[in-house]
């Protein structure tokens, strides 16, 4: 009778069944990948999941010749953004920290453009699953299920949302928008309009929330007014009911619509900030070369796509440790006071425009 060799049938010499390289993993709570990658790679994991894998493959009995023969997938080196608009100066200025961030740790980057379209996101991001290695999702408008179903496929960070389960990054608003709040009532304004932004957006929910809550606080009255399109062009959308029934302070939703809306009450003769004070949110360079300068909410966008980019790539080498890396961060905002606002001349000054 011939000698069997090793692995046969799955067992070894001594009779006992050989340990897998899934039953490791499933040991060490951690994916099969990351368990080849620990053994024969492991200056592409984190120290402590290396050594973690290591010490249970020890005590498991785990031996093989060929660790890199199980390989979960093969990384295309890219990874894919999706934002909801590219015109918009808030994101495209931060294109270029994706790109950078992307390089230094050796991955393309690709970036797509849904166009405030949830069907189009929705082709986007199956795309991307499919030919890319990890997605960044800026500001998406899909569900939480559709996105965390999508991350059971491929690693995907989310910037500016917060999705329950998934690597986040979001601005801290409440205390910038406090600050320019309390900056309105100190010029003695009474009563402020908002500008809302997309229905589908989170961050237009957070934002609307906190400025509601705020006014409150402050013994403001504040109404909601919902604009065509988070754009320059939706911000100078008809706003006649605006002009029947004025504010003299007006928050927008983001810069770009905050710039429309100055457009249009220049159109229609009303100055700023004599008559209607204006604020923005996002603190673009572009609010800055306008006249007047208009006053926003700094979010530091470079510092957050840097860190959702870092936490998907971290996800797609399998070198974040899940114990200690959080799965949320949030990144602080500030208050950049401008001359688009100003005092306002009396409690019922709105009836002035």
């Known amino acids: 009778m011939s000698k069997r060799n090793d692995g046969d049938n799955g067992m070894e010499r001594t009779g006992r069944k050989k340990v897998t390289l899934e039953e490791v993993a499933s040991a060490a709570g951690v994916s099969p990948a990351t368990v080849s990658r620990a053994l024969s790679r492991p200056g592409r994991v984190n120290y402590k999941t290396a050594q973690r894998v290591r010490l249970v493959a020890q005590e498991l009995g785990y031996r093989s010749d060929k660790v890199d023969a199980f390989t979960e997938e093969k990384l295309h080196g890219m990874i894919t953004a999706i934002v909801p608009d590219i015109n918009n100066p808030a994101f495209s200025t931060a294109i270029h920290t994706l790109q950078s961030t992307g ?61 329950g389960g998934l690597p986040c990054v979001t601005p801290d608003l409440t205390e910038s928008l406090t600050e320019a709040i309390s900056r309105l009532v100190t010029l003695r304004h009474r009563q402020i309009t908002y500008l809302g932004g997309p ?122 440790d899940p114990n200690e890396t959080p799965l949320q961060r949030r990144c602080a905002t500030s208050f950049l006071p401008q001359a688009s606002i100003g005092m306002a001349n009396s409690a019922d000054s709105s009836s002035r425009v």
Request: hydrophobic share 40%; net charge positive.
């Open 103 to 163: 390089i230094r740790r050796g991955f393309s980057v690709t970036v797509s453009d849904s166009e405030e379209d949830t069907d189009q996101e929705r082709r986007l991001l199956s795309n991307a699953t499919q030919l890319t290695d990890g997605v960044v999702m800026i500001s998406p408008r899909l569900s939480d299920t559709v996105l965390r179903k999508a991350a059971q496929i491929k690693p995907i960070s989310v910037v500016n949302r917060f999705v």
């Open 199 to 320: 229905k589908l957006s989170w961050q237009e929910g957070q934002r609307w929330q906190i400025i509601a809550r705020l006014c409150v606080r402050y013994g403001l009255k504040v109404r909601r007014m919902q604009c065509e399109a988070p754009t320059y062009r939706g911000g100078w959308h008809d706003f006649q009911g605006f002009l029947d029934h004025p504010t003299t302070a007006v928050i927008a939703y983001n810069d770009v619509m905050a710039l429309g809306f100055m457009a249009f009450l220049k159109q229609h003769d009303v100055s700023i900030p004599e008559q209607v004070s204006v604020l923005g949110i996002d603190g673009t360079r572009l609010a800055q070369m306008f006249e007047p300068p208009l006053s926003s909410i700094i979010i530091p966008r470079r510092e957050m796509l840097e860190i959702g980019t870092t936490m998907c790539i971290d996800r797609i080498l399998h070198t974040a």
